[in-house]
């Protein structure tokens, strides 16, 4: 071969190497693309009264697992034993949960809630903005009950909080359910007129059932089933109950985009007994 013709064959095969060496030792990849959930449903799980530490929480959490929220909230109740949050919780649930303190937290040592959860007294009653077109609005109902001042902030910040937001979907969050069909029965110092506030939909626990009431405008969802021993429906439900289930554990799911948010509460085997839907 000529010379010159060998010294061109070997300058492009050495800049083909360099461009095959360049491609095999790049670490850049493609940032994936963000939902845009104006149009696909954000995945929410909603849970309650589960910190055990048992097989049934266990159950709950890995089928909330399979359905993989990008965002998970707690109606409270997120602690029943000595054993640390951790143990109870952050061994179940390996995402980040946006929790309502319950009467069990409280009773267990609310600092350690606070510590667990980033929270402190004065911001257990909060407004969380999803990455969908729903605000949710948390309530610390426990400390609530426990002072009657408490409770007219809370429903003045409360009214004000709802008026300010300006998202498709409101839903308030508190751990006693203003209606109830369960064991503890309803909550009265709670049968605030959420619907005249702007709430389209309230979610508590502290009943260890899963109910749906429909009262003046509102919807009001009992989601206790997270783990803790199963109460029973009493024989003659609240006026408005749509649906009240004692036999299983499970949890509640939002899917929310600009235009509707469905309700689906699954069992811990993945069973669907319940939906709602609201459109906007």
């Known amino acids: 071969m000529h010379k010159s013709l060998r010294n061109k064959a070997l300058a492009l095969a050495t800049a083909l190497a360099l461009v095959a060496l360049t491609g095999c030792s790049t670490d850049v990849k493609p940032v994936p693309k963000r939902p845009d959930y104006s149009q696909v449903p954000q995945t929410i799980a909603v849970i309650g009264d589960y910190g055990v530490g048992d097989k049934h929480e266990a159950a709950v959490a890995k089928m909330v697992e399979r359905f993989a929220p990008t965002l998970t909230l707690s109606v409270g109740d997120n602690r029943y034993k000595k054993a640390g949050y951790q143990r109870l919780v952050g061994r179940y649930y390996k995402q980040d949960i946006v929790a309502a303190t319950g009467n069990h937290d409280y009773l267990m040592g609310i600092g350690a809630f606070d510590d667990f959860f980033g929270q402190t007294p004065t911001t257990r009653t909060f ?119 004692d036999d299983y554990f499970g949890a509640l799911f939002l899917y929310v985009n600009d235009s509707q948010l469905r309700g689906v509460f699954r069992t811990s085997a993945g069973a669907v007994l319940d939906t709602f839907t609201f459109s906007k």
């Open 127 to 245: 407004t969380y903005e999803a990455e969908s077109a729903v605000d949710f609005f948390i309530l610390d109902s426990e400390a609530g009950m426990r002072s009657r001042a408490v409770r007219e902030d809370q429903k003045a910040w409360l009214i004000k909080a709802l008026a300010n937001s300006n998202r498709a979907f409101k839903v308030v969050i508190l751990h006693h359910p203003p209606y109830s069909s369960g064991k503890h029965s309803s909550t009265k110092r709670y049968q605030w007129d959420f619907a005249d506030m702007g709430a389209d939909l309230v979610i508590s626990g502290h009943d260890h059932t899963y109910e749906r009431i429909v009262r003046h405008s509102a919807t009001y969802i009992v989601d206790g089933t997270g783990g803790a021993k199963l109460y029973k429906c009493k024989r003659n439900p609240v006026y408005g109950s749509k649906i009240c289930l």
